[in-house]
């Protein structure tokens, strides 16, 4: 069971050990400067009046995030502020506030905040909360994350696939993100053969037909046409090459 | 296998002289071993309030016996804390060890042979005793 839920709704939340003592809460959360994934969370002692707390805690340290608390092993999984600096705290990070932009160069907005999926043992960072630039588009919008993506601390670069999956509610993001990203996987996979055939039509009017007469009298009866293109155009390539 | 709620209220009975030593009140339980390390005790007539579950001479339907008042005592030092009634189970909210909670300790099953913790009882679940892992001040967590 994953469940998606905004950075921002950890603010407060209960961290506690293993043993059952709640320790602190959680005061804000701190992304990694270099990646734009989250680095750890700045702390409040527990109460109703209580501050800051010196410690902080990094995320590799967290030993479960759920919609009910931070789990942490025992209190020596706080550290000390040192072991986050360099890195940006909430609202000033590279992230929240950075300008989201597809790769064709379309602003989609300005992140407001980070969509965690929490599922039963590990947690991922899946998308954002944007503020879109688009004025006829509902207040909050959600962009899909992919599984890796480079931050500065200017903008966001997004594939334009991701315009397809914006929403505007958690409820069906979920599987908005997942059908992107499976997307995305796929075309990295056929990225090769795709900038293999675009330029082999120029040469195939230069090559007569022979290799095709060939292998189609022996597969002519079975639905070979995907295994006729792509034994077609192997050979296809190679004369046009000599050619030029 | 008892539930605590069968046997909460019921008297203390001393052996040795008959009379109620005091009632049962809480139950002590040791997340490490998942076991019970005893009962709290109120209106106790001994020097403490803490029952060990060695001090038991009979765990019956209707009342715990010992053999002399002295042995509800004043808890030795390892168990202060685990006695003191700010880490009761019984009301405890609980957390599984990735954050989810699963809602309130309502009762815990243990074996009245030697004290092993056979579940928790939450409004509309069990949680295996095998599966406790700590009882907090904050929550009582629990594996998986």
Redesign the interface.
Known sequence: MTVLLKAADLVKR?V???????VAQIKDVIYSSQTGELAGFTLNGRGLFSGPMRKTLPWENV?????????IRDESGLADRKALRGETEGAGGSVLGSTVITQSGRNLGVVTDVILA?G??MTDAVGYEIDPVDLSAPRRQFVPLPDALSVSGEALMLPDAATEFIRDDLAGFGAAVEEFRSRLRQAAVTAEPVTKTEPAPPAEPAVPAEPATKTEPATKTEPASESTATTDKLPVDRPSAGEN | MIRFSDISGNPVMDTATATAVGKVQAPIVD?VTQRMVGFRVKKSKGPGDLLLWEGLAGLGPDALTVDSAERVAEAPAEWKRRASGK?DLIG?IV???????LGKVRDVEFDPKDGRITSLLLRDAFVDGERL?????????VRG
């Open positions: 209960p506690v050990t293993l043993a059952g003592e709640g030993h479960g995030l759920g919609p009910d608390a931070v789990m929490v039963e043992a | 997340p880490l405890r957390l599984t060890e990735n954050g989810h909670k892992l700590g009882i907090g001040s904050y929550a009582v967590v």
